[in-house]
């Protein structure tokens, strides 16, 4: 299924997840237009537990109990979409609350740079519309299954921005890295990145990796800090199946999964193939990839002036 194919999304009945963080940055006046939009165009919704007291504090909307959820998000798989209100950081979050099912992500930013997350408050009302009318828009996202032997609850792991290995001191660590099979380098320095290309704008790109369109199929592999300056990112299909192995003289480093962090010690495995199942983000209506691009980028700023 290619990633440039753009699905619209038909709804019946609508349930709205809504999903929010403490942490993340809350407008009352924003939270009020998105419970007033639900109301206005006859949604059902949900709201995770903690993003309920925040909407209490702030705006002093009391939500029914029976509309508050705890831990994973109550998805159906049926005519529902998730919101997520705050920056990327709260979408990535949304998301793995889901259990990888096919429910449909939107992403409100009130955060700063936002490349999941692009709808600003001014985009409520548009978003909700869209909703109501079938006319949601949404690109499948390549995500990532990383299986190993690292300490945490789950034996697997999905992600969809990159996973990393990268140290836990100030000792350097070497991570050896074989795409299907072959040996293509030993990282020495602060760890590796291997990232789909929805998190090429994230974590990848601060440490010097390319920025790759999320309709290209290819994963891409960056080292962090490479004590061998010729170390440099590599693109690879994203039919790879690419295992890291942990060298580290202080015995253990840190695998984080998106935005979870768990501890890998050494000689640990770690095995990251492209999961089966997409998320399906919903993008603007009238903005692109390069848009977005160009303008959390500034790239069309003249600066000689």
């Known amino acids: 299924m290619p990633c440039k194919v753009k699905y619209y999304f038909s709804f019946g009945q609508m349930n709205i997840i809504l999903f929010s963080r403490r942490q ?3 407008v009352p006046s924003q939270i009020a237009a998105i419970f007033d939009a639900i109301a206005r ?43 997520c209100y705050g920056g990327d950081g709260t979408l990535l979050d949304g998301i793995h609350r889901l259990a990888l099912c096919s429910t449909p992500v939107a992403g409100i930013n ?7 997350t692009e709808n600003n408050g001014d985009g409520i009302e548009p978003l ?4 109501s009318r079938g006319e949601l828009r949404c690109e499948p996202r390549t995500m990532l299954r990383v299986e190993g032997d690292f300490r945490g609850s789950e034996t697997w792991h999905h992600a969809l921005n990159e996973t990393a290995i990268q140290r836990r ?8 890295a074989y795409v299907d099979g072959e040996m293509i380098a030993t990282y020495h320095g602060d760890g590796v990145i291997v990232s789909t290309p929805t998190g ?5 790109l601060s440490a010097g990796g390319p920025i790759v369109a999320p309709s290209c199929r290819c994963l891409v592999l960056s080292p962090l800090a490479p004590h061998n300056l010729t ?30 962090v768990c501890r890998l010690d050494d000689g640990g495995r770690v095995r990251i193939t492209c999961a089966a199942q997409r998320l399906f983000l919903a993008t603007p209506h009238n903005n692109s990839f390069y848009d977005t691009l160009s303008n959390k980028m500034m790239w069309g700023i003249d600066r000689r002036d």
């Open 41 to 83: 165009y006859g949604f059902d919704y949900s709201i995770n537990e903690e993003f309920a007291e925040v909407v209490a504090a702030l705006t002093g909307i009391i939500v029914p109990a029976d509309k508050v959820y705890r831990g994973a998000a109550p998805a159906s798989g049926g005519d529902e979409v998730m919101i």
């Open 24 to 26: 993340s940055a809350h």
């Open 169 to 176: 001191g100030a000792t350097m660590i070497a991570v050896e």
């Open 200 to 204: 090429s704008t994230a974590y990848s």
């Open 128 to 131: 909700m519309e869209r909703i």
């Open 110 to 116: 009130s955060g700063r740079l936002g490349f999941l």
């Open 231 to 260: 170390m440099r990112p590599v693109v690879i299909p994203d039919s790879s199946s690419i295992e890291l192995v942990l060298r580290s003289r202080s015995q253990s480093a840190l695998l984080s999964v998106d935005n979870r």
